[in-house]
């Protein structure tokens, strides 16, 4: 290590990533330098992607591929691989890999990072890249048997579809068994209340133990990226954010596409409206986290019992105050670029009585769980030591958020890259080094505490905001044209996870290319590592703990 | 105390019963109520049999627990505290389809997951209703545009109930399903829609471009469902 270190350091200045030095690490395999607002983009060549991505990460430290974002130009396919460090996620460069129309295949980055499998199977679904060398080009969102790939220029969307429903027979059929090995394949899902909406997992058994898990996912696959193509920056594409990850993880998303958009337009957000933000994305995390923990516990215990129905309470009280302050449940679409819809509700000592008294009945809830759930032995034994996911791994996976944490990396965009009113505030980031299922449990459970924390400052905030000083909205023009070319990634810390937003604008009011990084999508591509090898009953347990939301990892 | 008669809790039903014990001899205290004594004193009523039985189906109805997308997140709000569907005999949701007789559809439904629906509900023991929460599930909703989205659960199966909201509030979720027992317990009936997406196996399908490209991937006995976008509303 401690010969690493001053290694890594020459690729790195004061201002943060030396582009030049990245440069002359790569020498020969650099043709051109983009810049996104981001970071810089080399330029590739399609072969050679290995080669790159290899020296990117073992020479430089770029240890984090965020996401693949494939799309097609007029004259080219391109493929642009955004990544980051754990150690710093500000340390940013993007690796473009174009190629030519009529044979449209690029070299597969999987042995490299993971992650790549299905972020580079998202894109031959999707945009039609073909990845040589990839260990299982398959589609992944779509059918097998579709027609096309949508996402693609020439895509002719009322052309019939053909959708198979195989695998439908009884999982103890016989052609089931394989009677050399003798084990036993089995379907879980789509339609399973353990798979917390609509996932599949092919599971091969030996006996009770899990040989392979293969998550067949896009049960849920609603075109999201096509809808934000298709709605103009201001106003349109800011409802969809609330439908990704719905537990509801709204304000968070809706951060996510604003945080992007508002870096792209160049556009400031007044620092009152960036408090309320804060305050109503950290309720949104309570929330959020309150699903993840009544659905694990319905999975474990396996009824709708006392601490299910207790987590319902409680989030229906952080809906009643997002309700109070955004007009709606779950889908609030409150955040505007440039700020938010409006301000907080009057009269205003009334929401912040009721936000109080939440935070103040907050740490007896607390307290109940963790003796209805956290020292219950039957719980224990389910979970600790289950599910185990070493820190490397997870890299390697692109895993983030609770899941990331629970195993020791202590990675949050909002210290790691701060946004909002963050930095103002007061707060910890939480990790645990259990890498089971409890420790992701648990750091669920204390990340509800450090919400509650933020919340309360920002209430006291502001409560004694000067009146005439409340902005909620900077000027934003009524129609925005982001100048041409310009390309923007950016993410925020959502409750799962690293949420990322890419951006290309071609000078019209709607993005040519959105691109969404869900966490849960790569948070879901470790399950087969975690649980592969032990026994189902703890598969299930695992995927609870992932807390995965389908409509954000399908889209 | 396990040995007080029922009567000192509910109120003394004596004068019914001791008309009744007159005529039919005895009968053990615990099988008296309110209702026993709102018949009077000869136990019997006199009604069609269809009707009542489908007042007995409209009062005690089990929910499938089936979720898709955002809707179902309200859905579990709606049977959960505060809202607790099960108040009005309709909220006990059961895995399996074999032991439900209604099925909420609450979210977008899309290419890969139609089959899989129409197969869940082929699952459900007669006489079965449906109950589509939110606007995705009666039209695409906001997805409506999408390259992959159904354009409503009534091009897969039938529908009794619509709740439109994106999502419903758990209170309309509410009223859409005591809607339904209500027309349930009236005897009822939707109108049968027309179903343009069936479930039908690969051999049976017209032939043409599209079939006999997919000809060689698709074993002629496997079901499939085929989805003509051109034709969608
Ligand atoms: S109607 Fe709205 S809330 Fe319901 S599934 Fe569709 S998008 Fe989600």
Redesign the pocket.
């Known amino acids: 290590m401690s010969l690493e270190r001053p290694k890594r350091q020459q690729y790195v200045t004061e201002e943060g990533v030396d582009y030049d030095a990245i440069e002359r690490l790569l020498g020969e395999h650099v043709l051109g330098r983009e810049t996104h607002l981001n970071a810089e983009g080399f330029v590739i060549r399609p072969d050679e992607v290995q080669d790159v991505l290899f020296a990117l990460r073992d020479e430089a430290g770029f240890d984090h591929l965020s996401v693949v974002t494939a799309q097609e130009y007029a004259d080219r396919y391109e493929s642009i691989y955004h990544l980051k460090k754990y150690d710093d996620p500000t340390q940013e460069v993007s690796v473009v890999v174009p190629t030519s129309k009529d044979d449209p295949v690029s070299q597969t980055a999987e042995p490299v990072y993971r992650t790549a499998d299905w972020h580079e199977r998202e894109a031959y679904d999707l945009v039609g890249i073909e990845y040589e060398g990839h260990p299982d080009p398959r589609r992944i969102l779509l059918p097998e048997t579709w027609q096309g790939h949508p996402l693609a220029l020439d895509y002719d969307q009322d052309r019939p579809q053909i959708v198979t429903l195989a695998e439908h027979q009884n999982p103890i059929a016989e052609d089931h068994y394989d009677s050399d090995t003798e084990t036993m394949f089995l379907n879980i899902g789509p339609h399973h209340p353990a798979t917390h909406g609509v996932l599949h997992l092919k599971t091969v058994l030996d006996g009770e133990q899990v040989v392979d898990v293969d998550p067949d996912i896009g049960y849920l696959h609603r075109c999201e990226e096509q809808m934000a193509q298709n709605g103009t920056y201001r106003h349109q594409i800011m409802p969809y954010p609330d ?1 990704w990850d ?1 537990a509801p993880g709204g304000l968070m998303n809706e951060w996510g596409y604003a945080r992007a958009a508002e870096d792209l337009a160049d556009i400031d957000v007044p620092e009152y409206a960036q408090v309320i933000r804060t305050m109503g994305a950290e309720l949104c995390r309570i929330c959020s986290h309150m699903l993840a923990l009544g659905t694990f516990c319905l999975d474990i215990y396996g009824d709708f019992t006392a601490i299910f129905m207790y987590a319902m309470r409680d989030r229906e009280k952080v809906q009643n105050l997002l309700e109070d302050l955004t007009g709606s449940r ?2 609030f679409n409150y955040l505007r670029l440039g700020g938010v819809a409006w301000d907080l509700p009057e009269p205003r000592e009334e929401f912040f009585e009721k936000t109080r008294d939440f935070l103040d009945d907050l740490p007896e809830a607390t307290q109940e769980y963790h003796d209805l759930i956290t020292s219950n032995e039957i719980f224990q034994i389910r979970t600790v030591d289950t599910g185990v996911l070493d820190p490397e791994t997870a890299k390697q996976y692109g895993a983030t958020g609770p899941v990331a944490r629970a195993s020791g990396i202590d990675y949050d965009l909002r210290r790691d890259d701060p946004y909002g009113y963050y930095p103002e505030l007061d707060w910890d980031v939480v990790t645990e080094d259990g890498r089971d299922n409890y420790a992701r449990l648990l750091v669920r459970m204390r990340e509800v505490e450090q919400s509650a924390r933020i919340i309360e400052q920002c209430i006291d905030l502001l409560e004694d905001w000067p009146e005439e000083d409340r902005e909620i909205q900077s000027n934003v023009p009524r129609t925005l044209r982001p100048d041409p070319d310009t390309e923007i990634y950016r993410a925020v810390e959502a409750a799962k996870g690293e949420l990322g937003i890419y951006i290309r604008a071609d000078g019209t009011d709607k993005p040519a290319r959105f691109k969404i990084r869900s966490p849960c999508f790569s948070n879901l591509h470790t399950l087969p590592e975690m649980s592969e090898g032990e026994y189902v009953a703890d598969l299930v347990a695992s995927l609870g703990s992932l807390d995965i939301i389908l ?1 954000e990892v399908d889209r | 105390m396990s040995d007080t008669p029922s009567e000192t809790i509910t109120g003394s039903t004596d004068p019914m019963s001791k008309t009744r014990e007159a005529r039919m001899g005895e009968v053990d205290s615990r099988f008296n109520s309110r209702l026993r004594e709102a018949f009077g004193s000869s136990p019997f009523i006199l009604t069609k049999f269809d009707q009542f039985m489908n007042w007995v189906r409209g009062s005690s109805m089990f929910m499938l627990q089936f979720g ?5 997140l ?1 859905m579990m709000h709606t049977y959960a505290v505060k809202h607790d569907l099960d108040r009005f005999g309709s909220g006990v949701p059961r895995a399996s389809p074999r032991q439900a007789d209604t099925i909420i559809i ?3 439904i899309v290419s890969k997951f139609a089959p899989r629906m129409k197969r869940v509900y082929d699952q459900m023991a007669e006489p079965k209703f449906v109950v589509n ?5 009666i039209s695409g ?3 409506q545009e999408g390259y992959n989205v159904i354009k409503g659960a009534e091009e897969v199966i039938p529908v009794d109930i619509h709740v439109p ?4 509030r758990p209170e309309a979720l509410v009223y859409g399903v005591v809607k339904l027992q209500e027309r349930i317990a009236q005897g009822e009936s939707s109108p049968v829609t027309v179903k343009p997406y069936e479930l039908e196996q690969f051999g049976d399908l017209e032939r043409d471009e599209l079939v006999d490209k997919l000809a060689s991937q698709i074993d002629t006995d496997d079901l499939v469902m085929r989805y003509n976008w051109a034709d969608s509303p």
């Open positions: 439908r719905y779950m889908m409509g | 898709i997308a955002c809707c179902s309200e609450p979210g977008t929460m939110g606007s995705c599930a909703g906001p997805f909201g994106c999502p419903p």
